[in-house]
């Protein structure tokens, strides 16, 4: 009996040493892991952080172009009347060279009972567009050319972006109004998907932990 309990006694003193050497395992994983969860939260809400970087300009205000015009004819459609009208409209012939010639802008504005702040003859900045800011009809392109600087005898056609007016064929605007088209465009520009700091930390932990496993495994298996 005392042989057969020797005997036996090594291989108990053996499952015990395995058992304990296991649950510290389990308590070493535990902790490792708790360890870099903490550390990839930490460094996805680094990594996650806004950058004080500009937005990028939006391609319509990139190609196009600021350039001079002068205003050759003007006219006031509708005045202002105390008690009946607030706002008074004006027509304007604007000429301007983008580069390819002397070309006309049809614009109307609007104001809220204020006067014009342009006589005939004075420079205004313009910003003109490569493109069509809003839907044109291929008619307005015509007149627009062959207007030479002057109104037509029709009345123009009021189109704004929003508050900012605009040529009849949409691609000339004031360039005071630049920035405010600018604000305009970056609202309906494509805004890259956020993944929130949690969810990256988790991705994080996760991979770790799996690779850390691996390793474990394979150090016990040699």
């Not at 392109?141 to 949409?170: M, Q, V, W, Y």
């Amino acid at each position: 009996m005392l042989i057969a309990y020797l005997i036996d006694l090594p291989e108990e003193l053996l499952q015990y040493a395995l058992l304990k050497l296991i649950l510290i395992g389990s308590v070493f994983l535990i902790l490792i892991g708790l360890l870099i969860r903490f550390i990839a939260e930490k460094q996805a809400k680094t990594e996650s952080a806004p950058l004080p970087e500009e937005p990028p300009v939006p391609q319509q205000i990139q190609t196009s172009r600021n350039v001079s015009g002068t205003i050759t004819q003007m006219r006031e459609i509708r005045s202002a009347v105390y008690g009946q009208t607030k706002s008074r409209y004006y027509e304007l012939a604007i000429t301007y060279d983008p580069g390819n010639g002397i070309q006309t802008a049809l614009i109307g504005v609007r104001t809220d009972g204020e006067p014009l702040i342009w006589n005939e003859g004075d420079k205004v900045r313009l910003q003109v567009f490569a493109q069509p800011m809003l839907p044109a009809a291929p008619e307005d392109f015509i007149e627009s050319a062959n207007a030479c600087g002057t109104l037509p005898k029709r009345g123009l056609h009021f189109r704004e972006i929003g508050d900012i007016p605009t040529d009849e064929t949409a691609t000339v605007i004031f360039a005071s109004d630049a920035k405010a088209a600018e604000a305009l465009l970056r609202k309906t520009m494509p805004q890259p998907a956020q993944v929130s700091s949690g969810h990256i930390a988790d991705d994080i932990a996760k991979s770790s932990g799996k690779m850390l496993l691996k390793d474990i495994r394979r150090n016990l298996l040699k």
